[in-house]
C-alpha cells in the first residue's frame, strides 16, 4: 500500500528565513511524487511535480523540492520565504498505472514579521 | 484559461437528504478525480474517469456515494441520505496526463 508521512504538523518560520518541509514516502514501484499548497478555503495548487530524472525539481514561486530514492524523501524548499507563503502543504505519491494520488495529513506553514 | 470549477462551493443538507455536487473540468483533460477531505487532513481518493468510464470506486465510502460522467466531461458526485460523517470538502481534479489540477472544493456540511 502507498503512503506518505509529513512529521511537522506545522512550523512557523521568520519571513525571509530559509524553509524546509518533510515528506517521506512508501511507494512500491517507482513513485511520481507532488506537492501541493492549499490556502484557507482554496483548493489545492500543484508546486511541482516529479516524475523521473532529474532529482532536483524546480516548481512556481521559488520552491524546489529533491527526490531521494534512498531515504523515500521529496522535501520541499524554499531559500527565503514570504508572508504569502503561509498556507497549507501537501505532500503525495502516485505512479505510474496508478492514477489515484495518496496524500499525507500537511504542514501548516505560519509566517512571522 | 478556465481552471476546474465546482458548484456549489457551499452545501448545506439535513441529514437524510440526497445532495449533488457538479464539477467542470478544464477543457480537454481526459481523466476526472474526485477525493473527500475531511476537517485538518489530506484528501483522500474517491473515484477516477477516463473519459466517460469510472475505472476506480474503490475510495466511495459505502453505496450511497456515486458518481457519473456520462459525456466524459461535467462530473457530478451524489450522496444519498447524508449522514453527519459525510461533512466534508470534496475536491475534484482533472489531468491531460499524469499531474492533477484541484478546483476550489464544495464544502458540505450536514446537519
Known amino acids: 500500500a502507498q503512503s506518505v508521512t509529513q512529521p511537522d504538523i506545522h512550523i512557523t518560520v521568520s519571513e525571509g528565513a530559509s524553509l524546509e518541509l518533510r515528506c517521506n514516502y512508501s511507494?512500491?514501484?517507482?513513485?511520481?511524487l507532488f506537492w501541493y499548497v492549499q490556502s484557507p478555503g482554496q483548493g489545492l495548487q500543484l508546486l511541482l511535480k516529479?516524475?523521473?530524472?532529474?532529482?532536483l525539481v524546480q516548481g512556481i514561486k521559488g520552491f524546489e523540492a529533491e527526490f531521494k530514492r534512498s531515504q523515500s524523501s521529496f522535501n520541499l524548499r524554499k531559500p527565503s520565504v514570504h508572508w504569502s507563503d503561509a498556507a497549507e502543504y501537501f505532500c503525495?505519491?502516485?505512479?505510474?498505472?496508478?492514477?489515484?494520488?495518496?496524500f499525507g495529513t500537511g504542514t501548516r506553514l505560519t509566517i512571522i514579521p | 484559461g478556465a481552471g476546474v470549477s465546482q458548484s456549489p462551493r457551499y452545501k448545506v443538507a439535513k441529514r437524510g437528504q440526497d445532495v449533488a455536487l457538479r464539477c467542470d473540468p478544464i477543457?480537454?483533460?481526459?481523466?476526472l478525480f474526485w477525493y473527500q477531505q475531511a476537517l485538518g487532513q489530506g484528501p483522500e481518493f474517491l473515484t477516477y474517469?477516463?473519459?466517460?468510464?469510472?475505472?476506480?470506486k474503490s475510495g466511495l465510502p459505502s453505496d450511497r456515494f456515486f458518481a457519473e460522467r456520462p459525456e466524459g466531461s461535467v462530473s457530478t458526485l451524489k450522496i444519498q441520505r447524508t449522514q453527519q460523517e459525510d461533512s466534508a470538502v470534496y475536491l475534484c481534479?482533472?489531468?491531460?496526463?499524469?499531474?492533477?489540477?484541484f478546483g476550489p472544493g464544495t464544502r458540505l456540511t450536514v446537519l
Open positions: 477543457s480537454g483533460h481526459v481523466s
Open positions: 481534479a482533472s489531468s491531460p496526463d499524469r499531474a492533477q489540477f
Open positions: 503525495a505519491v502516485g505512479g505510474f498505472g496508478n492514477e489515484k494520488l495518496t
Open positions: 511507494y512500491g514501484a517507482t513513485p511520481y
Open positions: 516529479y516524475f523521473s530524472g532529474d532529482t
Open positions: 474517469f477516463q473519459n466517460e468510464a469510472q475505472l476506480d
